[in-house]
């Protein structure tokens, strides 16, 4: 199977995964088609991104699903997003461009459990992918689900 790097895409073999994905939730009915249309309006939204943007939510949205494949995910505000069971937003990833930002987010919602004491964090600016941060954005997703 391809792999990626910090600078490429989604490879060949993970789109094709996607797409076979895709399909067999629309087999599994109607549920299994709002999933998959979900997917889909995510996989279009990062498509239209710019390609600096593209890449770290391409690694971003790879991260999530294996991280925490109960998610579903779908498109909030025209952004990618990911639902826990209940159909609330978990995270978030906005791109740089949404906004005319210098930086992408990755961003939490309320239901995402990172409460820490009286203060937390709930968004991370993210400017280049690495294992480094790959580690922390799945660190952080094995939390937001516990």
């Known amino acids: 199977m391809a792999t990626t790097t ?3 895409g989604f490879s060949a073999a993970e789109r094709a995964a996607m797409k076979e994905r895709a399909a067999e939730m629309r087999a599994e009915g109607r549920k299994g ?3 998959a249309d979900g997917l889909q309006a995510v996989l279009d939204r990062i498509a239209q991104m710019a390609p600096e943007d593209r890449v770290l939510a391409e690694r971003v949205h790879v991260a999530i699903t294996t991280a925490a494949p109960e998610l579903a995910p779908k498109t909030w505000y025209g952004m990618p997003a990911y639902t826990n069971a209940d159909g609330k ?5 906005q791109d740089a461009g949404k906004f005319n930002y210098r930086y992408c987010t990755v961003g939490f919602q309320d239901s995402a459990n990172l409460d820490d004491g009286d203060l937390w964090p709930v ?5 280049a992918w690495s294992p480094a941060v790959e580690k922390k954005v799945i660190e952080l997703m094995r939390a937001a689900i516990s």
């Open 89 to 93: 937003i978990v995270v978030f990833f």
């Open 6 to 8: 910090e600078s490429d």
């Open 33 to 35: 088609a709002k999933k």
């Open 123 to 127: 968004a991370y600016a993210l400017t």
